[in-house]
Protein backbone atom coordinates (compact mmCIF):
# COMPACT_ATOMS: atom_id res chain seq x y z
CA UNK A 1 0.00 0.00 0.00
CA UNK A 2 1.60 3.73 -0.69
CA UNK A 3 2.19 5.95 2.14
CA UNK A 4 0.03 8.70 2.71
CA UNK A 5 1.66 11.29 4.61
CA UNK A 6 -0.91 12.81 7.04
CA UNK A 7 -1.23 16.38 7.90
CA UNK A 8 2.65 16.88 6.87
CA UNK A 9 3.86 20.71 5.32
CA UNK A 10 5.56 21.11 1.85
CA UNK A 11 9.02 21.11 3.83
CA UNK A 12 7.93 17.76 5.82
CA UNK A 13 7.23 16.18 2.40
CA UNK A 14 9.99 17.46 1.23
CA UNK A 15 12.29 15.91 3.99
CA UNK A 16 10.68 12.46 3.50
CA UNK A 17 11.79 12.33 -0.06
CA UNK A 18 14.83 13.71 -0.13
CA UNK A 19 15.27 10.95 3.00
CA UNK A 20 13.82 7.89 1.41
CA UNK A 21 13.71 6.20 -1.42
CA UNK A 22 11.85 3.42 -3.33
CA UNK A 23 11.98 0.15 -0.66
CA UNK A 24 11.98 -2.24 -3.86
CA UNK A 25 14.32 -0.05 -6.96
CA UNK A 26 15.85 2.44 -5.27
CA UNK A 27 14.61 5.49 -7.14
CA UNK A 28 13.54 8.72 -6.11
CA UNK A 29 10.48 9.13 -4.71
CA UNK A 30 7.81 11.70 -6.19
CA UNK A 31 4.46 13.35 -4.74
CA UNK A 32 1.19 11.97 -6.84
CA UNK A 33 -2.32 13.03 -6.26
CA UNK A 34 -5.18 10.18 -5.66
CA UNK A 35 -7.84 12.23 -7.01
CA UNK A 36 -10.61 9.55 -5.11
CA UNK A 37 -9.06 10.02 -2.16
CA UNK A 38 -8.11 13.73 -2.65
CA UNK A 39 -5.09 13.48 -0.66
CA UNK A 40 -1.22 13.77 -1.60
CA UNK A 41 1.17 10.00 -1.63
CA UNK A 42 4.89 9.44 -2.09
CA UNK A 43 5.54 6.61 -4.05
CA UNK A 44 8.21 5.12 -6.55
CA UNK A 45 9.15 7.67 -8.86
CA UNK A 46 9.01 4.93 -11.93
CA UNK A 47 4.69 4.82 -10.97
CA UNK A 48 5.51 0.87 -11.00
CA UNK A 49 6.51 0.05 -7.06
CA UNK A 50 4.80 0.30 -3.48
CA UNK A 51 6.69 1.60 -0.33
CA UNK A 52 9.46 3.53 0.90
CA UNK A 53 12.60 2.82 2.68
CA UNK A 54 15.64 5.00 4.63
CA UNK A 55 18.44 3.05 4.75
CA UNK A 56 20.49 3.21 7.86
CA UNK A 57 24.07 4.75 8.14
CA UNK A 58 26.13 4.38 10.89
CA UNK A 59 27.65 7.99 12.40
CA UNK A 60 31.05 8.80 10.81
CA UNK A 61 33.63 8.74 12.83
CA UNK A 62 36.03 12.00 12.23
CA UNK A 63 38.48 14.59 13.32
CA UNK A 64 36.04 16.67 14.10
CA UNK A 65 33.70 13.80 16.71
CA UNK A 66 36.75 12.84 18.10
CA UNK A 67 37.59 16.68 19.06
CA UNK A 68 34.40 17.01 20.57
CA UNK A 69 34.48 13.55 22.53
CA UNK A 70 37.89 14.53 23.85
CA UNK A 71 36.79 17.93 25.54
CA UNK A 72 33.68 16.31 27.10
CA UNK A 73 35.55 13.45 28.53
CA UNK A 74 38.09 16.38 29.74
CA UNK A 75 35.08 18.35 31.61
CA UNK A 76 33.67 15.16 32.75
CA UNK A 77 37.12 13.17 34.45
CA UNK A 78 39.80 15.74 34.20
CA UNK A 79 42.59 15.96 31.53
CA UNK A 80 45.31 13.44 33.09
CA UNK A 81 42.18 10.80 33.01
CA UNK A 82 41.49 11.83 29.48
CA UNK A 83 45.24 11.52 28.15
CA UNK A 84 45.38 8.33 29.69
CA UNK A 85 42.63 6.83 28.05
CA UNK A 86 43.64 8.28 24.75
CA UNK A 87 44.96 5.21 23.66
CA UNK A 88 41.62 3.60 23.72
CA UNK A 89 39.78 6.13 21.84
CA UNK A 90 38.13 5.10 18.72
CA UNK A 91 39.21 1.05 19.35
CA UNK A 92 35.92 -1.46 18.95
CA UNK A 93 38.37 -4.33 19.95
CA UNK A 94 39.11 -4.08 23.88
CA UNK A 95 40.77 -6.99 25.28
CA UNK A 96 40.03 -7.39 29.29
CA UNK A 97 42.76 -5.49 30.92
CA UNK A 98 42.19 -2.63 28.28
CA UNK A 99 37.68 -2.64 29.03
CA UNK A 100 38.89 -2.56 32.79
CA UNK A 101 40.98 0.63 33.06
CA UNK A 102 38.18 2.53 30.24
CA UNK A 103 35.52 1.16 32.75
CA UNK A 104 36.71 1.84 36.27
CA UNK A 105 38.22 5.07 35.69
CA UNK A 106 35.25 6.47 33.33
CA UNK A 107 32.37 5.08 36.27
CA UNK A 108 34.53 4.97 39.68
CA UNK A 109 31.47 4.21 41.61
CA UNK A 110 30.16 1.40 40.20
CA UNK A 111 30.29 -2.44 42.13
CA UNK A 112 32.17 -4.73 40.93
CA UNK A 113 29.57 -7.22 39.80
CA UNK A 114 28.67 -4.19 37.15
CA UNK A 115 32.52 -3.59 35.93
CA UNK A 116 32.75 -7.24 34.98
CA UNK A 117 29.19 -7.61 33.60
CA UNK A 118 30.35 -4.62 30.81
CA UNK A 119 33.85 -5.68 30.69
CA UNK A 120 32.34 -8.96 29.22
CA UNK A 121 30.33 -7.13 26.80
CA UNK A 122 32.19 -4.82 25.14
CA UNK A 123 34.63 -7.55 24.40
CA UNK A 124 32.18 -9.95 22.98
CA UNK A 125 30.48 -7.45 21.27
CA UNK A 126 33.31 -4.59 20.25
CA UNK A 127 32.25 -1.77 22.19
CA UNK A 128 33.51 0.83 23.53
CA UNK A 129 32.04 3.12 26.54
CA UNK A 130 34.24 6.11 25.00
CA UNK A 131 32.56 5.67 21.87
CA UNK A 132 29.39 6.15 24.15
CA UNK A 133 28.08 2.14 23.57
CA UNK A 134 28.16 1.21 27.28
CA UNK A 135 27.14 3.26 30.52
CA UNK A 136 27.33 1.72 34.02
CA UNK A 137 24.09 3.60 35.22
CA UNK A 138 22.71 4.30 38.88
CA UNK A 139 18.84 4.05 39.07
CA UNK A 140 16.47 4.77 42.06
CA UNK A 141 15.24 1.58 43.82
CA UNK A 142 11.66 3.24 45.55
CA UNK A 143 9.38 1.19 47.88
CA UNK A 144 5.86 3.19 48.29
CA UNK A 145 7.27 5.97 46.60
CA UNK A 146 10.27 6.33 47.97
CA UNK A 147 13.70 6.46 47.31
CA UNK A 148 15.32 3.89 49.68
CA UNK A 149 18.21 2.46 47.60
CA UNK A 150 20.29 2.66 44.45
CA UNK A 151 20.65 0.10 42.03
CA UNK A 152 23.26 -0.40 39.30
CA UNK A 153 22.57 -1.45 35.43
CA UNK A 154 24.50 -1.85 32.78
CA UNK A 155 23.35 0.04 29.69
CA UNK A 156 23.90 0.08 26.05
CA UNK A 157 23.11 3.41 24.35
CA UNK A 158 20.61 3.51 21.42
CA UNK A 159 23.37 3.99 18.78
CA UNK A 160 25.33 1.16 19.58
CA UNK A 161 22.28 -0.99 19.47
CA UNK A 162 21.98 -0.12 15.71
CA UNK A 163 25.95 -0.75 15.14
CA UNK A 164 25.78 -4.63 16.08
CA UNK A 165 22.87 -4.96 14.04
CA UNK A 166 24.12 -3.18 11.08
CA UNK A 167 27.12 -5.40 11.52
CA UNK A 168 25.37 -8.20 10.13
CA UNK A 169 24.92 -6.11 6.68
CA UNK A 170 22.44 -3.33 5.96
CA UNK A 171 18.80 -2.84 6.59
CA UNK A 172 16.15 0.03 6.23
CA UNK A 173 13.63 1.84 7.79
CA UNK A 174 10.57 1.49 5.73
CA UNK A 175 7.17 3.27 5.63
CA UNK A 176 8.50 6.34 6.91
CA UNK A 177 9.33 4.55 10.39
CA UNK A 178 9.78 5.08 13.63
CA UNK A 179 6.14 7.03 13.83
CA UNK A 180 3.32 7.12 16.01
CA UNK A 181 1.07 4.90 15.38
CA UNK A 182 -2.64 6.11 14.47
CA UNK A 183 -6.30 5.05 15.89
CA UNK A 184 -6.81 2.74 13.25
CA UNK A 185 -3.40 1.15 13.44
CA UNK A 186 -3.59 0.40 17.32
CA UNK A 187 -7.22 -1.31 16.98
CA UNK A 188 -5.99 -3.18 14.11
CA UNK A 189 -3.01 -4.81 15.97
CA UNK A 190 -4.08 -4.96 19.55
CA UNK A 191 -7.96 -5.06 19.08
CA UNK A 192 -8.46 -1.91 21.05
CA UNK A 193 -6.84 1.90 21.22
CA UNK A 194 -5.24 3.31 24.12
CA UNK A 195 -5.50 7.08 24.51
CA UNK A 196 -3.25 6.99 27.68
CA UNK A 197 0.17 6.17 25.70
CA UNK A 198 1.62 7.43 22.96
CA UNK A 199 2.52 3.93 21.12
CA UNK A 200 4.83 3.77 18.58
CA UNK A 201 5.49 1.66 15.54
CA UNK A 202 8.82 0.70 13.61
CA UNK A 203 9.53 -1.58 10.57
CA UNK A 204 12.43 -2.57 9.35
CA UNK A 205 13.64 -4.19 6.00
CA UNK A 206 16.65 -6.56 5.29
CA UNK A 207 17.04 -5.24 1.39
CA UNK A 208 19.59 -8.47 0.97
CA UNK A 209 17.11 -10.99 1.85
CA UNK A 210 13.65 -8.82 1.73
CA UNK A 211 12.92 -10.24 5.64
CA UNK A 212 11.05 -7.71 7.54
CA UNK A 213 10.24 -6.79 11.51
CA UNK A 214 8.14 -4.61 13.23
CA UNK A 215 8.61 -3.09 16.76
CA UNK A 216 5.99 -1.72 19.28
CA UNK A 217 6.74 0.44 21.78
CA UNK A 218 4.93 3.08 24.07
CA UNK A 219 5.32 5.96 26.83
CA UNK A 220 2.74 7.11 29.09
CA UNK A 221 1.25 10.57 28.42
CA UNK A 222 0.64 11.15 32.39
CA UNK A 223 1.70 10.58 35.78
CA UNK A 224 0.39 11.04 39.00
CA UNK A 225 1.13 14.27 40.62
CA UNK A 226 3.70 14.82 43.31
CA UNK A 227 2.24 15.04 46.73
CA UNK A 228 -1.42 15.22 44.89
CA UNK A 229 -3.30 12.35 45.03
CA UNK A 230 -5.91 11.67 42.48
CA UNK A 231 -4.05 14.67 40.30
CA UNK A 232 -2.77 13.60 36.91
CA UNK A 233 0.10 15.51 35.00
CA UNK A 234 1.77 15.27 31.75
CA UNK A 235 4.37 12.47 31.73
CA UNK A 236 7.65 14.58 29.99
CA UNK A 237 10.72 12.26 30.35
CA UNK A 238 14.21 13.63 31.79
CA UNK A 239 16.16 15.23 29.00
CA UNK A 240 14.04 17.00 27.27
CA UNK A 241 16.60 20.10 27.53
CA UNK A 242 18.89 18.00 25.44
CA UNK A 243 16.36 16.82 22.87
CA UNK A 244 14.16 13.78 24.55
CA UNK A 245 10.80 13.73 24.43
CA UNK A 246 7.74 10.92 24.62
CA UNK A 247 7.85 10.44 20.95
CA UNK A 248 11.76 10.01 21.50
CA UNK A 249 11.19 6.88 24.61
CA UNK A 250 8.53 5.69 22.63
CA UNK A 251 9.94 5.04 19.35
CA UNK A 252 12.97 3.96 20.67
CA UNK A 253 11.61 0.86 22.39
CA UNK A 254 9.55 0.24 19.33
CA UNK A 255 12.97 0.39 17.05
CA UNK A 256 14.64 -1.80 19.84
CA UNK A 257 12.24 -4.19 19.41
CA UNK A 258 12.33 -3.90 16.10
CA UNK A 259 16.13 -4.88 16.05
CA UNK A 260 15.96 -7.71 18.13
CA UNK A 261 13.80 -9.92 15.73
CA UNK A 262 15.93 -8.30 12.48
CA UNK A 263 19.17 -9.31 14.16
CA UNK A 264 18.55 -11.86 17.27
CA UNK A 265 21.67 -13.41 16.57
CA UNK A 266 23.67 -10.30 16.91
CA UNK A 267 22.82 -8.95 20.13
CA UNK A 268 22.67 -9.52 23.60
CA UNK A 269 18.54 -10.32 24.44
CA UNK A 270 16.86 -8.43 27.07
CA UNK A 271 19.34 -5.88 27.99
CA UNK A 272 18.65 -2.54 28.82
CA UNK A 273 18.86 0.26 26.28
CA UNK A 274 19.30 4.22 26.48
CA UNK A 275 19.14 7.55 24.22
CA UNK A 276 22.89 8.43 24.57
CA UNK A 277 21.33 12.08 25.63
CA UNK A 278 19.08 10.12 28.03
CA UNK A 279 21.99 7.68 29.74
CA UNK A 280 24.16 11.22 29.80
CA UNK A 281 21.37 12.77 32.17
CA UNK A 282 21.06 9.16 34.41
CA UNK A 283 24.98 9.25 35.52
CA UNK A 284 24.07 11.46 38.31
CA UNK A 285 21.70 8.80 39.84
CA UNK A 286 18.21 10.88 39.28
CA UNK A 287 15.94 7.93 37.15
CA UNK A 288 13.97 5.77 38.43
CA UNK A 289 14.55 2.25 36.82
CA UNK A 290 10.61 1.56 36.19
CA UNK A 291 9.89 4.68 34.14
CA UNK A 292 13.03 3.91 31.80
CA UNK A 293 14.57 0.63 31.84
CA UNK A 294 11.46 -1.23 31.81
CA UNK A 295 9.46 -1.49 27.89
CA UNK A 296 6.31 -3.90 27.50
CA UNK A 297 4.98 -5.44 24.13
CA UNK A 298 1.57 -6.28 23.80
CA UNK A 299 3.24 -9.26 22.31
CA UNK A 300 4.53 -10.42 25.16
CA UNK A 301 8.42 -9.31 24.18
CA UNK A 302 9.96 -7.00 26.58
CA UNK A 303 12.37 -4.60 25.65
CA UNK A 304 14.65 -4.20 28.49
CA UNK A 305 14.17 -6.26 31.96
CA UNK A 306 15.75 -4.75 34.83
CA UNK A 307 16.87 -6.76 37.83
CA UNK A 308 18.51 -6.76 41.23
CA UNK A 309 22.45 -7.88 40.60
CA UNK A 310 23.76 -9.14 43.41
CA UNK A 311 27.57 -9.13 44.28
CA UNK A 312 29.42 -12.03 44.06
CA UNK A 313 33.21 -11.78 43.77
CA UNK A 314 34.73 -11.48 40.56
CA UNK A 315 34.99 -15.03 39.64
CA UNK A 316 31.96 -16.15 39.92
CA UNK A 317 30.85 -12.57 38.32
CA UNK A 318 32.77 -13.23 35.18
CA UNK A 319 31.65 -17.17 34.62
CA UNK A 320 28.09 -16.27 35.26
CA UNK A 321 28.26 -13.25 32.60
CA UNK A 322 30.14 -15.27 29.61
CA UNK A 323 27.05 -16.79 29.51
CA UNK A 324 25.04 -14.25 29.22
CA UNK A 325 27.29 -12.31 26.93
CA UNK A 326 28.49 -14.84 25.15
CA UNK A 327 31.29 -14.03 22.40
CA UNK A 328 30.02 -13.32 18.81
CA UNK A 329 31.28 -15.98 16.75
CA UNK A 330 32.24 -13.92 14.37
CA UNK A 331 34.05 -11.77 16.09
CA UNK A 332 36.06 -14.46 17.65
CA UNK A 333 39.56 -14.81 17.22
CA UNK A 334 41.01 -18.28 15.65
CA UNK A 335 37.68 -19.84 16.03
CA UNK A 336 36.19 -21.72 13.03
CA UNK A 337 33.03 -20.98 12.49
CA UNK A 338 31.00 -24.05 11.31
CA UNK A 339 29.02 -23.16 8.02
CA UNK A 340 25.28 -23.59 7.66
CA UNK A 341 23.91 -26.78 6.41
CA UNK A 342 22.96 -26.15 3.10
CA UNK A 343 19.66 -23.98 2.96
CA UNK A 344 19.58 -23.92 -1.25
CA UNK A 345 19.03 -26.94 -2.44
CA UNK A 346 15.60 -28.13 -3.46
CA UNK A 347 16.19 -31.68 -2.49
CA UNK A 348 14.87 -31.82 0.93
CA UNK A 349 13.51 -34.14 3.68
CA UNK A 350 9.81 -34.60 3.07
CA UNK A 351 8.19 -34.29 6.97
CA UNK A 352 4.68 -35.02 8.26
CA UNK A 353 3.04 -31.94 9.42
CA UNK A 354 2.70 -32.70 12.76
CA UNK A 355 -1.42 -33.64 13.81
CA UNK A 356 -2.64 -31.78 10.85
CA UNK A 357 -3.61 -34.68 9.27
CA UNK A 358 -2.19 -32.92 6.01
CA UNK A 359 0.61 -35.13 3.79
CA UNK A 360 4.01 -35.02 3.75
CA UNK A 361 5.32 -31.37 1.66
CA UNK A 362 9.06 -30.80 0.82
CA UNK A 363 11.13 -28.01 2.40
CA UNK A 364 14.04 -26.12 1.90
CA UNK A 365 14.52 -26.18 5.41
CA UNK A 366 15.89 -29.68 6.69
CA UNK A 367 13.03 -29.58 9.32
CA UNK A 368 13.91 -32.44 11.54
CA UNK A 369 17.47 -30.72 12.00
CA UNK A 370 15.72 -27.22 12.59
CA UNK A 371 13.57 -29.01 15.55
CA UNK A 372 16.30 -30.55 17.44
CA UNK A 373 18.44 -27.47 16.86
CA UNK A 374 15.84 -25.17 18.29
CA UNK A 375 15.71 -28.05 21.30
CA UNK A 376 19.15 -27.82 22.05
CA UNK A 377 18.88 -23.63 22.31
CA UNK A 378 15.95 -23.72 24.54
CA UNK A 379 17.64 -26.58 26.43
CA UNK A 380 20.89 -24.00 27.35
CA UNK A 381 17.25 -21.50 28.15
CA UNK A 382 17.68 -19.21 25.69
CA UNK A 383 14.24 -17.72 25.87
CA UNK A 384 14.53 -15.79 22.25
CA UNK A 385 13.75 -19.25 20.80
CA UNK A 386 11.19 -20.75 22.76
CA UNK A 387 8.11 -21.50 20.01
CA UNK A 388 6.19 -18.72 20.59
CA UNK A 389 8.76 -16.22 20.41
CA UNK A 390 10.11 -17.94 17.11
CA UNK A 391 6.96 -17.85 15.89
CA UNK A 392 6.26 -14.27 16.44
CA UNK A 393 10.00 -13.44 14.74
CA UNK A 394 8.94 -15.57 11.73
CA UNK A 395 5.84 -13.78 11.26
CA UNK A 396 7.50 -10.50 11.31
CA UNK A 397 10.64 -11.08 9.36
CA UNK A 398 8.74 -13.08 6.92
CA UNK A 399 5.39 -11.61 5.44
CA UNK A 400 2.53 -13.17 4.19
CA UNK A 401 3.72 -16.89 5.43
CA UNK A 402 1.54 -18.08 7.79
CA UNK A 403 1.64 -21.42 10.13
CA UNK A 404 0.08 -22.18 13.80
CA UNK A 405 3.88 -23.16 14.72
CA UNK A 406 7.50 -22.25 13.55
CA UNK A 407 7.42 -25.48 12.15
CA UNK A 408 5.16 -24.83 9.60
CA UNK A 409 5.99 -21.17 8.52
CA UNK A 410 9.80 -22.85 7.99
CA UNK A 411 8.03 -25.65 5.87
CA UNK A 412 6.97 -22.83 3.55
CA UNK A 413 10.13 -20.51 3.17
CA UNK A 414 11.54 -19.89 -0.28
CA UNK A 415 14.56 -19.60 -1.14
CA UNK A 416 15.93 -16.64 0.23
CA UNK A 417 14.11 -16.41 3.52
CA UNK A 418 15.23 -20.20 4.11
CA UNK A 419 19.13 -19.91 3.79
CA UNK A 420 18.51 -16.07 5.81
CA UNK A 421 16.53 -17.92 8.55
CA UNK A 422 19.19 -21.04 9.10
CA UNK A 423 22.12 -18.70 9.19
CA UNK A 424 19.92 -16.83 12.20
CA UNK A 425 19.72 -20.56 14.19
CA UNK A 426 23.17 -21.67 12.89
CA UNK A 427 24.84 -18.58 14.70
CA UNK A 428 22.86 -19.45 18.22
CA UNK A 429 24.14 -22.40 17.97
CA UNK A 430 27.71 -21.61 17.38
CA UNK A 431 27.55 -19.33 20.80
CA UNK A 432 28.96 -21.02 23.21
Not at 129 to 144: A, G, S
Given at each position: ????????SR?N??R??????????G?????Y??????K??????????E????????P??????NI??EH???E????A??Q?L????GV?????????E?I????????EA??A?AIL?????????L???V?L???Q??????V?????????G????R???SR?GP??YI?N?P???T????????GE???NK??????L???QT???S?G????????????????W????????D?G?S??N???????T???D??R???????????????A???L????DS??Y????????I???????V?E?A?EE?EQ???E??P????H?R???V?P??EA?????T??EE????K??R?S???????????K??Q????T??N?E??L?Y?R????N??????I??A????????TH????????L?K?
Amino acid sequence: MHYYPEDQSRENLARIRRENCCVVCGRQLSEYLDRKAHKVYIACSGQVHEGIAREYKPPREDYQSNIRREHKMVEEIGTAKTQMLAKYEGVTSLDKVGAREVITTVFPEAPEAEIARAILLCVNYQLNPLMNHVYLIPFQRREQGRVVGTDWATVIGRGAKRLMASRRGPYSYIENTPRIMTKEEQLTTFGEYDENKMWCITKLQDPQTGATSVGYGFWPKKKPAYNKPGEWVENQPKGTDKGNSMFNMASGRSETQALDRLRPGEMPMNLPVLDEALAEEALDGSLDSKDYIEGESREGIVEAEFKEVPEPAIEEAEQDIEELFPPNPEHARGVAVKPPPEATSLKSTPVEEEASGKPPRDSIIDLIWLKESVKTLQDKGQTAYNDESLLSYMRSAYKNIEGKDYIEVASKLDKGMATHFTKVIQDALEKP
